[in-house]
């Protein structure tokens, strides 16, 4: 069955330190996202990508970085961890085309819990 | 002003009541709406679509007021099952095909024995 996976699923670093969180779909969508998702904010969108070598920011991007090398792949990057960055970590993907419940909804993978010292 | 508003509870309702929630968003051009539910700790998953003509999936009910702005979610005859979170969610984007959404923070609801 296609589904979307997430690694790690849980994750302590130390301030300063590079992150990098996996987001892997087997759905051969074209679009993925990635959220966090805190107490009092709901989900947050950080990145997204509509395609292989797409990427734009979402409205919390600051201190976040992704690349789209395949279809399958959107790894969310911390380049220097901060405790400010402690969260759930969410990806998701959805298909492209036209608008459309079907197309528009998205799919979530398990998260990732992160903690940052 | 959060561009999608939801009230967050808890909502504690018996089993077997009937439970309504809303949720405004702030985007006149916003095109979607759906609801998602959220069980604690776990992924949200999409519970239903909203349709301007409003729509029934079982016991939940949908419905969207373009002119106030507002969705709402009816659910009839709740279940133990039924508690989680249900997240508000509107795609504000402006092409087609090429769309974000924007989740609400959600409102818990607890259905007790």
């Known amino acids: 069955d296609a589904e979307i996976t997430q690694s790690p699923r849980h994750k302590i670093t130390e301030t300063g330190r590079q992150v990098t969180l996996a987001c892997h779909q087997t759905w051969n969508h074209n679009n993925m996202f990635w959220y966090r998702q805190d107490l009092g904010h709901g989900l947050r969108l950080i990145h997204y990508?509509?395609?292989?070598?797409?990427?734009n920011k979402g409205e919390v991007s600051d201190g976040y970085s992704v690349s789209r090398s395949n279809t399958e792949d959107l790894p969310l990057t911390l380049e220097s961890a901060a405790s400010s960055q402690t969260s759930v970590y969410f990806c998701a993907s959805s298909e492209s085309g036209l608008a459309g419940a079907k197309e528009e909804t998205q799919y979530f993978g398990p998260g990732t819990r992160l903690l940052v010292l | 002003r959060k561009e999608v508003e939801q009230d967050p509870g808890p909502f504690n309702v018996p089993e077997g009541a009937t439970v309504a929630f809303n949720c405004t968003y702030s985007?006149?051009?916003?095109?979607?709406f759906f609801w998602y539910r959220q069980d604690c700790r776990k992924e949200p998953k999409l519970l239903m679509s909203v349709y301007s003509s409003g729509n029934e999936d079982g016991r939940f009910t949908a419905q969207l007021n373009r002119a106030s702005q507002y969705i709402s979610l009816l659910i009839r005859d709740s279940k133990l099952s039924d508690s989680a979170t249900y997240l508000c969610?509107?795609?504000?984007?402006?092409?087609?095909?090429?769309?974000?959404?924007?989740f609400g923070s959600g409102t818990r609801l607890q259905v007790q024995p």
């Open positions: 969610v509107v795609n504000i984007g402006r092409r087609a095909g090429r769309r974000a959404l924007t």
């Open positions: 985007n006149s051009a916003s095109q979607s």
């Open positions: 990508s509509y395609g292989v070598h797409d990427t």
